[in-house]
């Protein structure tokens, strides 16, 4: 069964104190790995899409890596207004008319601190 | 341009009653998705909509969920009736084309809780 598993549940970082939270992945062909934002009470909010092992993509303080198996999301020097919850998706290849599901991690509740 | 609306953003129910959630995607959207959230987890699919067919309700409970998307715009996704486990938050997304790798695009959800 194709999982997703994120890591941390929870991290507390002070401002400043740069982190990364892990997604790992046991799908038979990933297609795309994609990361979002959900702040409380609003939907996910696109982050960034990943396609292939050794790809990195980057937006303001947060830089997402894809390994064959996982996925880092580096935050550079947090700061407040970075608390969210950072859900990781996979898409993956082999689903039959099912080609457009996400099946999501669990996310990572972060909180900075100022 | 305007995200993915859905209406109502609360409703509050009582078990074995029934209600509606509404979802508008974004203009031009060919595919329609509807996920279910339970707190302190990640948005799980239900259904998947291209233009007004359905291409994917594996994980829909057919005997009390139904969905539907009249002429490939707006789309209803109805429970009837309620058990407590269904309270959860109810997301649409939408993305411009049938490829997969399309990005979803997220409303702010329906929050339901059922009594």
């Known amino acids: 069964e194709d999982q997703v598993t994120q890591s941390p549940e929870a991290l507390r970082l002070q401002e400043g104190e740069s982190s990364s939270l892990n997604c790992s992945y046991t799908?038979?062909?990933?297609?795309?790995l994609f990361w979002y934002r959900q702040d409380p009470g609003k939907g996910p909010e696109f982050l960034f899409t990943l396609y292939s092992a050794g790809e990195e993509k980057e937006k303001e303080r947060l830089k997402a890596t894809l390994t064959k198996k996982e996925s880092f999301l580096h935050i550079t020097a947090p700061k407040p207004e970075d608390s969210a919850t950072y859900l990781c998706a996979v898409q993956f290849w082999g689903g039959g008319t099912s080609y457009g599901k996400l099946t999501f991690g669990q996310g990572t509740i972060l909180t900075v601190h100022p | 341009e305007a995200g993915v609306a859905q209406s109502p953003r609360y409703k509050i129910i009582e078990k074995r009653q029934s209600v509606a959630f509404w979802c508008n995607p974004i203009s031009g959207h060919a595919t329609l998705y509807w996920y279910q959230q339970i707190l302190g987890q990640g948005p799980k699919l239900l259904i998947q909509?291209?233009?007004?067919?359905?291409?994917?309700d594996s994980q829909l409970p057919k005997d009390r969920f139904s969905a539907e998307r009249l002429k490939g715009v707006d789309s209803t996704l109805k429970i009837q009736p309620a058990k407590l486990e269904d309270s959860a938050v109810y997301l649409c997304?939408?993305?411009?084309?049938?490829?997969?790798?399309?990005?979803?695009?997220f409303g702010p959800g329906t929050r339901l809780t059922v009594l």
């Open positions: 799908v038979s062909g990933l297609r795309g």
């Open positions: 909509f291209q233009n007004n067919g359905v291409v994917d």
């Open positions: 997304a939408s993305s411009p084309k049938r490829e997969s790798t399309d990005t979803q695009y």
